[in-house]
């Protein structure tokens, strides 16, 4: 049986955040083997300057990114959709081997399947250093309880 992973192309609002949730779930795994499953074999990434291709490319990208980012905790939003694309804005905090925590802020575009496989993603994203107190997801914190709207940026 081929692959495949609901929701399916062409998006509506409804199925388009769910994408975005299931994304987001994935990554906060921090397990590339996880992960991998949700593109398609042959998937095209850039990811700021980096650019790989295929499975095993994205496990070991996101296996030496998890490596240096402890404490990674990702929230997705939807920023906009059409039939098989969906755009997402995104941020996420981690601390470096020293302990010094940084909130990364990007945007996603993404392109997907008829089975609902992503097959191209490109991510732009910039690293900003925070303190402890600037955090926005703490431990035990759920990432889409966090009111992003009144925080300054």
Same mark, same amino acid.
């Given at each position: &049986? =081929?692959?495949? $992973?609901?929701?399916?192309?062409?998006?509506?609002?409804?199925? =388009?955040?769910?994408?975005?949730?299931?994304?987001?779930?994935?990554?906060?795994?921090?397990?590339?083997?996880?992960?991998?499953? =949700?593109?398609?074999?042959?998937? @095209?990434? *850039?990811?700021?300057?980096?650019?790989?291709?295929? $499975?095993? =490319? @994205?496990?070991?990208?996101?296996?030496?990114?998890?490596?240096?980012?402890?404490?990674? *905790?990702? $929230?997705?939003?939807?920023?906009?959709?059409?039939?098989?694309? @969906?755009?997402?804005?995104?941020?996420?905090?981690? %601390?470096?081997?020293? /302990?010094?925590?940084? $909130?990364?802020?990007?945007?996603?575009?993404?392109?997907?399947?008829?089975?609902?496989?992503?097959?191209?993603?490109? &991510?732009? /994203?910039?690293?900003?250093?925070?303190?402890?107190?600037?955090?926005?997801?703490?431990? /035990?914190?759920?990432?889409?309880?966090?009111?992003?709207?009144?925080? %300054?940026?």
């Amino acid at each position: &049986m =081929a692959e495949s $992973r609901p929701p399916f192309p062409p998006f509506t609002l409804e199925t =388009a955040q769910k994408k975005v949730k299931a994304a987001q779930d994935a990554w906060n795994t921090c397990n590339p083997e996880v992960v991998q499953f =949700a593109y398609t074999p042959d998937s @095209i990434w *850039r990811n700021r300057d980096v650019f790989l291709q295929g $499975r095993p =490319a @994205i496990v070991k990208f996101l296996s030496d990114k998890w490596a240096v980012e402890d404490g990674y *905790r990702l $929230r997705k939003e939807l920023f906009a959709f059409t039939d098989n694309k @969906i755009a997402v804005q995104f941020w996420y905090e981690w %601390h470096d081997k020293d /302990g010094q925590w940084w $909130r990364t802020y990007g945007l996603e575009d993404w392109t997907f399947a008829e089975n609902g496989l992503m097959r191209k993603r490109q &991510m732009s /994203g910039n690293d900003v250093k925070i303190s402890e107190e600037e955090r926005w997801f703490k431990d /035990g914190v759920d990432v889409n309880t966090v009111d992003i709207s009144e925080k %300054h940026w």
